[in-house]
Protein backbone atom coordinates (compact mmCIF):
# COMPACT_ATOMS: atom_id res chain seq x y z
CA UNK A 1 0.00 0.00 0.00
CA UNK A 2 1.18 3.42 -0.82
CA UNK A 3 1.77 5.67 2.21
CA UNK A 4 2.03 9.44 2.89
CA UNK A 5 2.62 10.94 6.17
CA UNK A 6 2.38 14.18 6.97
CA UNK A 7 4.69 15.48 10.41
CA UNK A 8 1.46 16.37 11.81
CA UNK A 9 -2.23 16.33 12.45
CA UNK A 10 -2.83 19.29 14.47
CA UNK A 11 -0.39 22.25 14.87
CA UNK A 12 -0.87 25.77 16.94
CA UNK A 13 1.69 28.28 15.41
CA UNK A 14 1.39 32.11 16.61
CA UNK A 15 1.69 35.26 13.56
CA UNK A 16 5.00 35.41 12.45
CA UNK A 17 6.32 32.01 12.95
CA UNK A 18 7.89 30.37 10.50
CA UNK A 19 6.22 27.14 9.54
CA UNK A 20 7.14 24.15 8.38
CA UNK A 21 5.15 21.26 7.20
CA UNK A 22 6.82 17.59 6.10
CA UNK A 23 5.18 15.59 4.05
CA UNK A 24 7.16 12.02 2.96
CA UNK A 25 5.90 9.07 0.77
CA UNK A 26 7.23 5.43 0.43
CA UNK A 27 6.22 4.94 -3.05
CA UNK A 28 9.13 6.37 -4.79
CA UNK A 29 6.80 8.31 -6.43
CA UNK A 30 7.39 11.14 -9.02
CA UNK A 31 5.38 13.89 -8.23
CA UNK A 32 4.20 15.78 -4.95
CA UNK A 33 1.69 18.12 -4.02
CA UNK A 34 0.60 20.50 -1.40
CA UNK A 35 -3.11 21.72 -1.46
CA UNK A 36 -5.27 23.56 1.46
CA UNK A 37 -8.91 22.66 1.85
CA UNK A 38 -10.98 25.26 3.25
CA UNK A 39 -15.24 25.10 3.65
CA UNK A 40 -16.61 26.27 0.85
CA UNK A 41 -13.40 26.82 -1.19
CA UNK A 42 -12.59 22.98 -1.81
CA UNK A 43 -8.81 22.01 -2.59
CA UNK A 44 -6.63 24.64 -4.03
CA UNK A 45 -3.03 23.55 -4.89
CA UNK A 46 -0.35 25.20 -3.44
CA UNK A 47 2.68 23.83 -4.92
CA UNK A 48 3.66 21.01 -6.64
CA UNK A 49 6.81 19.17 -8.02
CA UNK A 50 7.87 16.56 -10.56
CA UNK A 51 10.94 16.10 -9.44
CA UNK A 52 13.71 16.25 -6.70
CA UNK A 53 14.38 20.12 -6.58
CA UNK A 54 12.21 21.14 -9.25
CA UNK A 55 8.95 22.61 -7.86
CA UNK A 56 6.01 24.45 -9.70
CA UNK A 57 3.42 27.11 -8.44
CA UNK A 58 0.00 26.15 -8.15
CA UNK A 59 -2.84 28.66 -7.96
CA UNK A 60 -2.14 29.82 -4.40
CA UNK A 61 1.54 30.17 -3.83
CA UNK A 62 1.65 33.40 -2.26
CA UNK A 63 2.97 33.40 1.48
CA UNK A 64 4.38 29.69 1.15
CA UNK A 65 7.36 28.51 -0.03
CA UNK A 66 8.27 24.35 -0.70
CA UNK A 67 11.66 22.26 -0.77
CA UNK A 68 12.21 18.77 -2.00
CA UNK A 69 15.63 17.79 -1.81
CA UNK A 70 14.77 14.05 -1.69
CA UNK A 71 12.45 11.71 -3.88
CA UNK A 72 10.36 10.88 -1.17
CA UNK A 73 10.24 14.26 1.04
CA UNK A 74 8.12 17.43 -0.08
CA UNK A 75 8.37 20.45 2.25
CA UNK A 76 5.86 22.95 2.71
CA UNK A 77 6.96 26.31 4.62
CA UNK A 78 5.14 29.02 5.49
CA UNK A 79 7.87 31.90 6.16
CA UNK A 80 5.87 34.20 8.34
CA UNK A 81 2.34 32.42 9.24
CA UNK A 82 -0.51 34.78 9.08
CA UNK A 83 -4.08 33.94 10.65
CA UNK A 84 -5.48 33.81 6.85
CA UNK A 85 -3.19 30.23 6.61
CA UNK A 86 -5.10 28.63 9.10
CA UNK A 87 -6.16 25.58 6.83
CA UNK A 88 -6.22 21.93 6.19
CA UNK A 89 -3.12 20.93 4.80
CA UNK A 90 -2.91 18.03 2.76
CA UNK A 91 -0.06 16.73 0.63
CA UNK A 92 -0.22 14.08 -2.34
CA UNK A 93 1.71 12.09 -4.59
CA UNK A 94 1.30 10.00 -8.00
CA UNK A 95 3.90 8.03 -10.18
CA UNK A 96 2.97 10.04 -13.00
CA UNK A 97 0.86 12.92 -14.36
CA UNK A 98 -1.98 11.10 -15.06
CA UNK A 99 -2.56 9.25 -12.44
CA UNK A 100 -4.33 9.32 -9.49
CA UNK A 101 -3.25 10.69 -5.84
CA UNK A 102 -2.66 9.47 -2.55
CA UNK A 103 -3.39 11.46 0.03
CA UNK A 104 -1.74 11.89 3.20
CA UNK A 105 -4.19 12.19 6.53
CA UNK A 106 -3.55 16.29 6.34
CA UNK A 107 -2.23 18.93 9.14
CA UNK A 108 -5.04 21.33 10.66
CA UNK A 109 -3.14 24.23 11.26
CA UNK A 110 -4.00 26.94 13.38
CA UNK A 111 -2.37 30.65 13.32
CA UNK A 112 -3.35 32.79 15.86
CA UNK B 1 -16.16 30.00 -14.71
CA UNK B 2 -14.14 27.59 -12.57
CA UNK B 3 -12.32 25.15 -14.35
CA UNK B 4 -14.03 22.44 -12.68
CA UNK B 5 -17.94 22.26 -11.67
CA UNK B 6 -19.65 19.76 -9.44
CA UNK B 7 -23.41 20.03 -9.14
CA UNK B 8 -24.11 22.25 -5.62
CA UNK B 9 -25.54 20.54 -2.56
CA UNK B 10 -26.21 19.17 -0.36
CA UNK B 11 -27.79 15.83 -2.06
CA UNK B 12 -29.60 13.70 -0.07
CA UNK B 13 -31.17 10.59 -1.24
CA UNK B 14 -32.55 7.34 1.02
CA UNK B 15 -31.15 3.95 1.55
CA UNK B 16 -31.51 2.02 -1.54
CA UNK B 17 -31.77 4.84 -3.89
CA UNK B 18 -29.53 5.98 -6.70
CA UNK B 19 -27.39 9.12 -6.11
CA UNK B 20 -26.16 10.92 -9.10
CA UNK B 21 -22.96 13.43 -8.82
CA UNK B 22 -22.28 15.61 -12.01
CA UNK B 23 -19.06 17.57 -13.05
CA UNK B 24 -18.55 20.02 -15.78
CA UNK B 25 -14.81 20.93 -17.08
CA UNK B 26 -13.42 23.67 -19.01
CA UNK B 27 -10.42 22.53 -20.04
CA UNK B 28 -10.85 20.25 -23.45
CA UNK B 29 -7.40 18.33 -23.38
CA UNK B 30 -8.38 17.14 -20.27
CA UNK B 31 -7.14 13.21 -20.34
CA UNK B 32 -8.14 12.04 -16.89
CA UNK B 33 -10.75 12.33 -14.87
CA UNK B 34 -11.00 10.95 -10.90
CA UNK B 35 -14.18 10.85 -8.62
CA UNK B 36 -12.42 11.14 -4.77
CA UNK B 37 -14.28 10.06 -1.74
CA UNK B 38 -13.93 12.48 1.35
CA UNK B 39 -15.36 11.33 4.95
CA UNK B 40 -15.57 13.80 7.36
CA UNK B 41 -12.19 14.92 9.01
CA UNK B 42 -10.70 12.42 6.70
CA UNK B 43 -8.39 12.93 3.79
CA UNK B 44 -9.91 12.06 0.37
CA UNK B 45 -9.68 9.02 -1.42
CA UNK B 46 -9.67 7.12 -4.76
CA UNK B 47 -13.12 5.83 -5.53
CA UNK B 48 -12.80 5.84 -9.61
CA UNK B 49 -10.68 6.74 -12.36
CA UNK B 50 -12.01 7.20 -16.25
CA UNK B 51 -10.17 8.25 -19.43
CA UNK B 52 -12.49 6.89 -22.13
CA UNK B 53 -16.09 8.11 -23.35
CA UNK B 54 -18.36 6.08 -21.90
CA UNK B 55 -18.89 4.07 -18.69
CA UNK B 56 -16.49 2.39 -16.41
CA UNK B 57 -18.41 0.30 -13.56
CA UNK B 58 -16.89 -1.09 -10.48
CA UNK B 59 -19.53 -2.40 -8.60
CA UNK B 60 -22.19 -0.79 -7.22
CA UNK B 61 -20.60 2.64 -8.74
CA UNK B 62 -20.52 3.65 -12.31
CA UNK B 63 -18.77 6.67 -13.83
CA UNK B 64 -19.51 7.99 -17.38
CA UNK B 65 -17.93 10.53 -19.08
CA UNK B 66 -18.64 12.77 -22.56
CA UNK B 67 -15.49 14.73 -23.39
CA UNK B 68 -17.39 16.37 -26.29
CA UNK B 69 -19.86 17.88 -23.23
CA UNK B 70 -17.09 17.84 -21.10
CA UNK B 71 -18.81 16.32 -18.15
CA UNK B 72 -18.26 13.22 -16.04
CA UNK B 73 -20.64 11.81 -13.43
CA UNK B 74 -20.52 9.21 -10.82
CA UNK B 75 -23.55 6.97 -10.53
CA UNK B 76 -24.21 4.81 -6.56
CA UNK B 77 -26.57 2.21 -7.04
CA UNK B 78 -28.40 0.70 -4.17
CA UNK B 79 -26.70 3.75 -1.84
CA UNK B 80 -25.96 3.36 1.58
CA UNK B 81 -25.28 4.94 4.72
CA UNK B 82 -21.54 4.32 4.43
CA UNK B 83 -21.69 6.51 1.29
CA UNK B 84 -22.13 9.73 3.26
CA UNK B 85 -19.38 11.59 2.45
CA UNK B 86 -18.20 14.54 0.02
CA UNK B 87 -17.37 13.50 -2.97
CA UNK B 88 -14.43 14.95 -5.50
CA UNK B 89 -14.17 15.82 -9.14
CA UNK B 90 -10.66 16.38 -10.21
CA UNK B 91 -9.82 16.68 -14.00
CA UNK B 92 -6.06 15.85 -13.87
CA UNK B 93 -4.15 18.03 -16.59
CA UNK B 94 -4.22 20.41 -14.00
CA UNK B 95 -4.53 18.77 -10.73
CA UNK B 96 -8.01 20.92 -10.37
CA UNK B 97 -10.88 19.44 -8.38
CA UNK B 98 -13.87 20.71 -7.85
CA UNK B 99 -15.44 22.02 -4.65
CA UNK B 100 -17.28 18.38 -3.82
CA UNK B 101 -20.75 17.49 -3.13
CA UNK B 102 -21.69 16.37 -0.08
CA UNK B 103 -23.83 13.15 -0.34
CA UNK B 104 -25.98 12.04 3.27
CA UNK B 105 -27.99 8.45 2.49
CA UNK B 106 -30.24 8.48 4.79
CA UNK B 107 -32.00 4.81 6.29
Known amino acids: DVKVTQSSRYLVKRTGEKVFLECVQD?????MFWYRQDPGLGLRLIYFSYDVKMKEKGDIPEGYSVSREKKERFSLILESASTNQTSMYLC???????????FGPGTRLTVL | QKEVEQNSGPLSVPEGAIASLNCTYSDRVSQSFFWYRQYSGKSPELIMS????GDKEDGRFTAQLNKASQYVSLLIRDSQPSDSATYLC???????FGDGTTLTVKP
Open chain 2, 50 to 53: IYSN
Open chain 2, 90 to 96: AVKSKST
Open chain 1, 27 to 31: MDHEN
Open chain 1, 92 to 102: ASTLGQGNEQF
